[in-house]
Structure formats: structure tokens, C-alpha cells
């Protein structure tokens, strides 16, 4: 099915077929969803999405939590990106960028959730103070400048690589918020034939040229660099990209 035509079938789905074959929702304590899909391909789902799985959650009184370990921290432009689909979750799920790259993790919910007896979790190295300190300062660093530098170092970037695609059929979709945007990488735009052969090739010459990218899903490159990135380097990053993809694509 396509969007808009599907009307969200995937989230009827779970309604009328699966609480009623497999997973009785009063068996469901809580649906775990990203925003944005991070390690499934930067998939950002459409705006109505998590609306409709909210909906579908507090009908039955399932939590919804959101896991903006990749998503999170400033990363598209909002602090969290479930504020770009209009849903407050009941959890969020925080680490990656939170500390800068101090080993941090947060769960944060809401306060009657978190009434919990002494003792129901423990970990050791939770709560690290050195860690703590570096994520007060990159909440800072985000609420000062960082998010607005990820909106528009974003734009700049999308619209680059929109640019690119006009001349690079092997481009087949351009998509992301902020500075977590991917692209697709296909044989045929008809068919969407997925190229994971090109993307891997890709990523590994720019590597050589001195841009490092990772890939996601089966066939997409991501583009997720630090916040504080510059007009400069996206330009550079464009540059590098389109060399490369015009080497391994042909
Ligand atoms: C979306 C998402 N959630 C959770 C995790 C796990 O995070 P951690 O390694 O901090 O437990 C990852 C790790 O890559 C992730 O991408």
C-alpha cells in the first residue's frame, strides 16, 4: 500500500489483526516505537502516524514510549522528534547524544510512572556524575545553538542532496528532519530495486576521501553528523558524496 492511499492500514493492523490473533491489547504493557527509524533506514513515517498509534495505545491503555536514542537530543532540530509529530509519549527512551559521547542513558517519564519502591532498579554505573555534568552542558550547548544549527545546517543538507538527485536517477529518495537525513539508493526508481552493493561502495570510497558516512536498512546512507557541524563541511560532505556516487553508481 501506498501513502496517503493506505490510511494508515499499518495501524489498523495492529487493531484488527493482531489484538484479535496473536496479542490481546490488555496483555500489552507498552508499545516501543522510534520517531524516526534509525538503524531501519531514517524512515520517517508520515505525519498522522503516531498520532493514529497513540490513539490506538490510550484506547487501551497501553504506554507509549518513545525511543529517541538515535532520534533525540537536539538530533532534528527539536529536542525530541516526537515534538515534529504533535505526541507527548508517556516514556522516553534517551542516550547517544545525550552526554556528547560520555556513557549516558536516561529514562524519562511522567512523575506516576516513575513512583517506584527503593530498590525495583539498580545499576551500577548509572548516574555517573562525570557523565551527568557533560549532559547538563550539552543541554545547554543544545538550548543555546545546537538545534538551530541542526534545523539549518538540515536544510542546507536535504536541499543539497535533493539538488543531486535531479542528476543522480541512482538517488531514489531524499528524506529526514535536522541533521538525521538519509538517502536511498536504488537500480530503478520504478521498481525501487534496492542498490545495498552501490551504498556499500559508496560509503567505503568516502571513507577514503575523508568523509565518513554509515549506512541503514538495506540501502540507505546516513547522514548524521555532530551538531555543531558548519556550512563548510556540509558543503564539503556534498562535494565528496557526489564524486563518490558518481564513481560506484557510474
Ligand atoms: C534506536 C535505538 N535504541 C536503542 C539503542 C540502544 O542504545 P544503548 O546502546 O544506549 O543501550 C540503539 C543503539 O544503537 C538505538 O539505535
Keep these: 500500500m501506498c501513502y496517503p492511499e493506505c490510511g494508515i492500514e499499518c495501524v489498523r493492523w495492529i487493531e484488527d489483526f493482531l489484538f484479535r490473533s496473536t496479542m490481546p491489547p490488555e496483555e500489552v504493557a507498552a508499545i516501543f516505537v522510534e520517531p524516526i527509524q534509525g538503524e ?4 520517517v513515517p508520515p505525519p498522522e502516524f503516531h498520532v493514529e498509534l497513540h490513539k490506538l495505545a490510550q484506547k ?21 522528534a516526537m515534538q515534529h509529530f504533535g505526541v507527548v ?48 552542558a550539552t ?7 545546537l538545534m538551530e544549527n541542526a534545523t539549518v545546517r538540515g536544510e542546507a543538507l536535504m536541499a ?19 541533521l538525521m537525513v538519509g538517502i536511498e539508493l536504488v537500480k530503478n526508481r520504478e521498481t525501487k530495486e534496492r ?17 565518513l558516512l554509515l549506512g541503514c536498512g538495506e540501502n540507505v546512507i546516513r547522514f548524521c553528523p ?3 557541524v558548519t556550512a563548510e563541511e556540509i558543503e564539503v560532505c556534498l562535494s565528496i558524496l557526489e564524486e563518490t556516487l558518481r564513481e560506484a553508481a557510474g
Design 226 to 228: 555532530a551538531l555543531t
Design 89 to 136: 509519549p508517556d516514556i522516553i527512551a534517551l542516550a547517544k547524544g545525550i552526554a556528547s559521547g560520555m556513557p549516558l542513558g536516561a529514562m524519562v517519564a511522567r512523575s506516576d510512572i516513575m513512583v517506584w519502591e527503593a530498590g525495583s532498579h539498580a545499576s551500577t554505573f548509572g548516574g555517573n556524575p562525570v557523565s551527568c555534568s557533560a549532559a547538563l
Design 195 to 211: 542498490a545495498s552493493d552501490w551504498r556499500n561502495e559508496t560509503i567505503q570510497k568516502a571513507f577514503q576521501k575523508g568523509l
Design 40 to 43: 531501519g533506514g531514517y524512515i
Design 139 to 145: 543541554i545547554d550547548l543544545l538550548e543555546e545553538e
Design 160 to 178: 543539497g542532496l535533493r539538488e543531486l538527485q535531479k542528476s543522480m536517477e541512482c538517488i531514489g529518495d531524499v528524506r529526514g528532519k535536522g
Design 60 to 80: 487501551y491503555g497501553i504506554l507509549y514510549v518513545a525511543d529517541e536514542v538515535q532520534s533525540g537530543m537536539g538530533r532534528t532540530g527539536k529536542m525530541f
